[in-house]
């Protein structure tokens, strides 16, 4: 496969396509015998307007999805937020960088018109078999004046395309251009018997003997040797893969790669059923082997572990989405600065969640709301409130028998409640630096129900009363982590103004002071000024292995 440079294009070189063109980009596609396709990509994806109309393609004959599994590619990241946003697939971010073995049935696109060339030369490198629907300024055909340029009018020949151009194609688009363009489809047929593959290399350079299972994104070598076993997996698996089908018509009937043996997935009549077995099959293990060192890689346990419950399954469904993305050094990379750029609304967002559980969640039970809040001046409100040193919550769980004893009466922590009282010592411990060896509230409540205490219990973070009717009263034990927590929450929810503690009560407005003098006092406010609400932000980013000086290491 040949290497072709990276572009960074600017906005001059980007057109979205209007609705008509991609109308008549997809009335080229043939598809297989009755029209499907079964794995598409849009390697220029900008805001999905190509794969959204490929997703609500119907075949009103069979009542289905023409289009079945859409895949795209691209290089902005907010557009690929974007995409993800509207549910597609991203597996990359550089199309031209592209080293995914994926063997795709069609690749459609509106690339960037500067680099459209480049663009459509690696379409026809990296398909096997399929079809190519490229639109490209007319240009790029009619004058090829460049070394790429002729290399593709080369290929375009070899390969039969079809050019259709259009005039004016963009003139009702978002940017209006009166640019040609030319419309290309191409139809690549190979069969697996013919070949097999005898150009693709697929090459990785192999891992080191002896690399281990557990591994942390922390350096580059740990990174490069990941990726170089992960791409020895895809080699060897390719390699696995195409061995059987070569021998399938001999062997085929007497073994099988799970279900390939069956006569549901070939039949000996239809020639390109084995071609389209064998690219289903290879794109099955990309799709179980990306998965499975996306999750190796970026597991991530002393971030994972310092998680609420709600911020461990949003990080699980985000690094599931993720693990589309082709396995390569520049994606992790990319996947680390996504994960720190969200670190500060991941804590915010998790100390919300208790700050909730010990005010409005709770206001409907028994008066707790107004025994756990004191109200001050709120920024441009006057609905603000704050947790007091003493919170009183309702604990649900344990059926019948309450969440504080076992089914015959004796004092125990059921289950059910463990998670809610997990979720609160992590919010505590990220305003105290993320000391792991903090002695944890279930921890205590089991040693004191062991001997038979159920008040006055000492955790790290509180000193706990409960009640077998389902009631615990939590009170602070640290004056400086209560005041973290309610400033962090009250931060959040807009309570207070934004540069809170950062500049002096002297030079603050009046409104401010107020809002100072209500919520803390000046005191306090000028004991605390400047200090972090969050000082574990730094260890953070080393717990997740990712310190700052360490991002050059993974520069592309």
């Known amino acids: 496969m040949s290497k072709m440079p990276s572009v960074l294009m600017d906005k001059k070189g980007q057109y979205a396509t209007p609705k008509r063109m991609i109308d008549k980009m997809i009335a080229k596609v043939k598809g297989d015998e009755h029209g499907h396709v079964h794995k598409v990509l849009d390697p220029s994806a900008g805001k999905g307007d190509i794969c959204e109309a490929l997703h609500s393609t119907h075949d009103y004959h069979f009542h289905s999805e023409r289009f079945r599994d859409i895949s795209a590619i691209e290089i902005d990241r907010d557009l690929q937020a974007t995409l993800r946003g509207k549910g597609i697939k991203v597996i990359d971010s550089d199309f031209l960088l592209f080293s995914g073995p994926d063997k795709f049935d069609l690749i459609i696109a509106n690339p960037p018109f500067e680099a459209g060339d480049l663009h459509l030369l690696k379409a026809i490198d990296i398909l096997y078999r399929g079809e190519i629907v490229f639109l490209l300024n007319a240009e790029t055909i009619k004058n090829p004046y460049t070394v790429s340029r002729k290399e593709l009018a080369k290929k375009l020949k070899a390969l039969k395309a079809e050019v259709e151009f259009i005039p004016n194609a963009f003139t009702d688009a978002e940017r209006k251009t009166d640019v040609e363009v030319a419309l290309v489809y191409i139809r690549v047929e190979r069969r697996v018997e013919d070949d097999l593959f005898q150009d693709a290399t697929d090459k990785a350079v192999d891992p080191k003997p002896g690399i281990e299972m557990n591994y942390e994104v922390s350096t580059k070598h ?183 004893q076992d089914y015959s009466g004796r004092w125990a922590v059921q289950y059910d409640c463990k998670e809610l009282l997990r979720d609160i010592d992590i919010v ?129």
């Not at 080393?542 to 592309?556: H, M, P, R, W």
Request: hydrophobic content about 35%.
């Open 428 to 556: 505590m411990n990220y305003f105290d630096g993320l000391d792991a060896s903090y002695f944890s509230i279930t921890e205590a409540l089991n040693d004191a129900f062991s001997r038979g205490v159920s008040s006055k219990i000492e955790s790290t973070y509180f000193t706990v009363t409960v009640y077998k009717k389902g009631t615990m009263h939590l009170t602070f034990n640290s004056e400086d982590i209560l005041r973290r927590f309610n400033v962090a929450a009250c931060l959040g929810k807009n309570f207070l103004p934004h540069d809170y503690g950062k500049k002096a009560y002297k030079e603050c407005e009046p409104e401010f002071k107020t809002v100072i003098d209500s919520f803390e006092g000046s005191a306090s406010y000028a004991k605390h000024l400047n200090q972090p609400v969050f000082p574990c932000q730094n260890r953070l980013q080393i717990a997740a292995l990712v310190k700052e000086e360490q991002l050059d290491l993974f520069a592309a």
């Open 222 to 404: 740990h990174v490069e040797e990941l990726v170089a076993e992960y791409q020895q997996v895809i080699r060897l698996g390719t390699e696995t893969i195409l061995g059987y089908f070569r021998h399938f018509k001999k062997a085929g009937r007497y073994i099988g790669l799970n279900k390939e043996a069956s006569k549901d997935h070939y039949r000996e009549e239809d020639p390109d059923s084995l071609t389209f077995k064998m690219q289903e099959t290879l794109n099955d293990l990309l799709t179980c082997a990306r998965a499975d060192f996306w999750t190796r890689t970026m597991e991530l346990r002393e971030v994972k572990q310092r998680m609420t419950s709600k911020r461990r399954k949003e990080f699980q469904d985000y690094l599931t989405k993720h693990c589309e993305m082709d396995f390569t050094e520049y994606n992790i990379r990319q996947f680390i600065i996504n994960l720190i750029d969200g670190f500060e609304k991941t804590l915010t967002d998790a100390v919300l969640e208790i700050f909730d559980k010990f005010t409005v969640a709770h206001c409907y039970s028994n008066g707790l709301y107004d025994e756990n809040i004191h109200y001050f001046n709120g920024w441009k409100t006057n609905k603000a409130f704050k947790v007091g040193k003493k919170v009183i919550i309702p604990i649900y769980g344990g059926y019948d028998h309450g969440p504080f």
